[in-house]
């Protein structure tokens, strides 16, 4: 008897630990449907008083000059500008300073919101450390020098193309960065360099998210004389 009951406590507990995903699961999905019809709810009630307060105001706006504007868009070269305002004025703010601990944590900060990566901005702040040890620099304006040389160095290697490959081999470039860097362009530039060469070249399109991307850079290989592939959206 007692192993009978046993048997039947258990099975009603596996039972309701089954159905426990799909109560949380409708359960939740009903929050979120009367959240958002509270909020559709709310937006409604401030279309109709926005209407009213526009009917109650429209004798009042007939003496408005008709050279009034809606307020202007902001471009993208007005937020980078914004970007590129905040970093220089926290490069400053180094600047004037002795070098200290938060030094460098603010100097890493400002290399990883310009998009240098995390890995390279390691790397380059460990070699500015050795230099600044080995240089003794105590100042954040002969810190920001010693960045400013180290950086041109780096970009200023041998960056000569190399198309070898092992015997039987093809040589494949892959061509990564954030968005807007320029890669499309860099990649058309390169392709056409190489057809120039005689080489015969195939562009192959990995973007398949960004808007237009795998377009934009069939149109280079149309201009370059390469061939071209893509795969399907959201690949």
Do not use: Y
Not at 60 to 68: A, F, I, L, V
Not at 86 to 102: F, H, T, W, Y
Not at 182 to 196: C, E, H, P, Q, V
């Amino acid at each position: 008897m007692n192993t009978s009951l046993l048997i039947v406590v258990f099975i009603a507990l596996m039972l309701s630990l089954a159905v426990l995903p799909w109560i949380h699961r409708a359960w939740t999905t009903r929050r979120r449907t009367q959240s958002a019809a509270g909020v559709q709810s709310e937006i409604e009630e401030d279309g109709i008083s926005a209407d009213v307060g526009g009917d109650d105001q429209l004798s009042s706006s007939e003496g408005t000059s008709d050279s009034e504007q809606a307020p202007r868009t902001v471009s993208m070269r007005d937020k980078l500008s914004k970007a590129r305002s905040v970093i220089s004025d926290r490069l400053k703010g180094i600047k004037g300073e002795s070098v200290s601990p938060s030094t460098w944590e603010e100097l890493e900060e400002l290399l990883i919101l310009a998009d240098v990566g995390v890995e390279t901005t390691l790397d380059v702040v460990n070699r500015l450390r050795e230099t600044a040890r080995l240089e003794k620099l105590e100042t954040g304006n002969d810190l920001l020098e010693a960045l400013k040389k180290q950086m041109k160095d780096d970009l200023s290697r041998d960056r000569e193309l190399s198309h070898a490959a092992p015997e039987g081999l093809v040589p494949v470039w892959l061509f990564v960065g954030v968005n807007g860097v320029g890669k499309t362009t860099s990649i058309g530039k390169a392709a056409r360099r190489l057809t120039d060469e005689g080489l015969t070249v195939l562009l192959a399109a990995g973007d398949t998210f960004r808007a237009a991307a795998a377009e934009q850079l069939e149109k280079w290989a149309q201009l370059c004389g390469a061939d071209f592939v893509r795969g399907s959206e959201g690949a």
